[in-house]
């Protein structure tokens, strides 16, 4: 079939989207090997000081980078395993009120993060002593819990229970079916709803910015502050470091469940 | 009896959790408020034009990057719905590789090409175009671009899905017809799209309504939105009940509009035969 003008039309505004989203991280990643202070196009030269920079003492990057996981993946982990079991119990069982779980389960979305951490703020200001992990621990175990159950949820709900049933009719015990059946079918859902969760975490700023406490500062703050004070290609070496884990995450993520989880 | 107890033990771990750490402390902190003199905060922002403007602004610039990124996402998801080349899959990596960096990152990456000496002014500098760097960090243009670029991930994921489940054969039946494309568009691409559309509009809204990076580092000091305004009040103005005000007003916005989508698209779903919603 002949091309249309409007699919070329289509075409156009596509590839322009495309360059739109992609030309500010290609931006840094140049940026990042200039010599000066200044970031100028092109760069005049080639240096790898800015790298250097990220590991010194003074930018606290990495002791940041610590506090973000420590808070991620443990959160992360909590959520998967209360996520799955709370989507089994929906997508799995008939009952009364299984929308109302659902959307129970997934109300921390539409409450703004910065209003939560706001309520979490003032409960914690009248328990006190509640160290700073913990502080941003429950606010993030709280709002990234909705990806995994809605991505779970969103594989449960098309699953064949039968096979189940077959599994068991051929032998195998609940813990079988549950670990060689249920789980392996879900997993692009259970996957696709733990990276989301905990890059939700990772990247998150407007909650810890009020629960944070100069002791426990996570990565993204960490930047922040640094950009108000400083202004150099530091901030585009780290940003580059981390534009570079997202790559080799959705690369893995093609490979190995395929991108069409994140198509709604 | 036996299932239901399994699906309740099952449901327990994660609705206890959201009991605790969600539900009890947001109830307790709004009988607390209300308590207090806390209906007195939401009538000083009604009455104060400062606060006010704050949330049309919030409202105008969440209203605008929605706009433009249906306008912008709408096309670009099209064509990914219907190409038959393999741009389908470098397009899906290059769409979701931005959506998993950082907002601080991709705001930094907006200063650098935006700012008073960022790429985009050394280049109109270099051609003549401009005498003095224009000024574009510290302006709302500067959110709204920071603001589609954050979302219009949001926005072409919904449409793709949408899109992708109408039958091209539904469009040549149109055609073959003799509707002409934009009567084929109007009357049954766009019509059978409007779920993804509705649920992509809702989502770039609300999180644009909610975004508290984005206006932060790209709208400079003076600019404003709620986020950043609840998150000024308590650390720097130290004034819990106006910030208590705004978080409870931005919820309300959120709930307001997450009711009426509710209770238009049960209404469009009846009328469309009761369809799954996408």
């Known amino acids: 079939m002949p091309e249309r003008k409007e699919s070329v039309f289509c075409r156009v505004v596509a590839i322009l989207v495309m360059i739109f989203l992609l030309s500010p991280l290609v931006v840094i990643v140049i940026a990042s090997f200039t010599p000066t202070a200044v970031i100028t196009f092109p760069p005049q030269g080639l240096s790898l000081k800015w790298y250097e920079n990220i590991f010194g003492s003074s930018t606290h990057f990495m002791e940041g980078l610590a506090n973000s996981l420590k808070v991620g993946v443990p959160a992360t982990v909590l959520d998967v395993l209360l996520g799955v079991t709370g989507a089994l119990s929906i997508c799995r069982y008939d009952f009364k009120g299984k929308n109302f779980l659902l959307n129970y389960f997934t109300s921390p979305m539409y409450v703004p993060s910065v209003a939560f951490a706001f309520v979490l703020l003032q409960v914690y200001s009248q328990i006190g002593g509640i160290p700073g992990m913990a502080r941003i621990f429950i606010g993030h175990f709280i709002i990234i819990m909705p990806y995994v159950v809605r991505n779970t949820v969103s594989v449960l709900h098309v699953f064949n229970w039968s096979l189940e049933d077959a599994a068991t009719s051929l032998g195998a015990n609940p813990a079988q079916v549950f670990f060689k059946i249920t789980i392996p079918l879900a997993k692009p859902g259970i996957l696709a709803g733990a990276l989301l969760a905990f890059l939700y975490s990772f990247d998150e700023v407007a909650l810890s910015s009020l629960l944070s406490t100069p002791k426990f500062i996570t990565l993204p703050l960490r930047i922040m502050n640094y950009m108000e004070l400083t202004f150099d290609p530091t901030l585009a070496a780290i940003s580059t470091l981390l534009i570079l884990a997202s790559l080799v995450l959705i690369l893995l993520m093609e490979k190995f469940v395929g991108l069409d989880m994140f198509v709604k | ?278």
């Not at chain 2, 009455?47 to 209203?63: C, E, H, K, M």
């Not at chain 2, 994921?157 to 091209?168: E, Y």
């Open chain 2, 1 to 278: 009896m036996g299932r239901r107890r399994k699906a309740f033990l099952l449901a327990l771990p994660a609705s206890l959790s959201l009991l605790v750490f969600f539900v009890a402390p947001m109830v307790y902190i709004l009988i607390r408020t209300l308590a207090s003199d806390g209906v007195s905060d939401f009538a000083d922002f009604f009455s104060d034009p400062f606060y006010l403007n704050i949330l049309w602004t919030t409202l105008r610039v969440s209203l605008v990057s929605t706009g433009i990124s249906l306008l912008l996402g709408y096309p670009t998801a099209y064509f990914m719905a219907r190409t038959q080349s393999n741009l389908k899959k470098v397009m899906m990596v290059v769409i979701l590789f931005p959506f998993l960096v950082s907002a601080v990152v991709r705001s930094y990456g907006w200063m650098v090409i935006l700012g008073s000496n960022g790429l985009l002014n050394q280049a109109l500098l270099a051609l003549g175009l401009i005498e003095k760097p224009l000024r574009i960090i510290g302006t709302e243009a500067a959110v709204v671009i920071g603001m589609i670029h954050l979302l219009i991930p949001y926005m072409i994921l919904s449409l793709v899905g949408v899109l992708q489940s109408i039958d091209p054969n539904v469009e040549y039946a149109a055609y073959s017809l003799g509707a002409s494309p934009a009567k084929t568009f109007a009357r049954v691409v766009f019509p059978l799209s409007l779920p993804g559309i509705l649920s992509g509009c809702v989502l770039v809204f609300t999180m644009s309504m909610t975004s508290y990076v984005t206006p932060k580092l790209l709208g400079g000091s003076k600019f404003r939105m709620m986020a950043t305004m609840v998150v000024q009040e308590i650390n720097v103005s130290f004034d819990w009940g106006a910030a208590s005000a705004i978080s409870y007003i931005l919820l309300g916005v959120i709930l307001a509009v997450q009711f009426a989508v509710v209770l238009a698209t049960s209404g469009y779903m009846k009328r469309m035969g009761g369809g799954k919603s996408a």
